[in-house]
């Protein structure tokens, strides 16, 4: 007889399967309750601030600039250890010694 322990595992040591918890029903909370009531027109609290108008597409920067400098570099692994490096154009016939 086991005298303390988990209530999560059996006897034997097998962890047991969780219990399903059923959630009680709340009370019935009756719709008439709920409606608001229109004795006075609804006003803004707050102040109402405009949305900013609409500026137009702005175009893309210019980017051709880095298929330039790519053309001057190579990639290779590093000494087959897996990760990349960069390696210019001059020092290509030097890869993995």
Not at 28 to 56: A, H, K, N, W
Not at 78 to 85: I, L, R, S
């Amino acid at each position: 007889m086991i005298v303390s322990g988990s209530i999560n595992y059996t006897t034997s040591g097998r962890k047991r399967k969780a219990t399903k918890r059923v959630k009680k029903a709340s009370p019935v909370v009756r719709r008439t309750t709920l409606l608001p009531t229109f004795d006075t027109p609804y006003r803004r609290e707050t102040i109402d601030y405009p949305s900013q108008p609409m500026m137009g597409i702005a175009s893309k920067p210019d980017t051709s600039y880095k298929k330039e400098v790519s053309k001057q570099y190579t990639l290779a692994p590093a000494y087959n250890k897996g990760a990349y490096q960069v390696i210019p154009l001059d020092n290509i016939k030097h890869i993995g010694k």
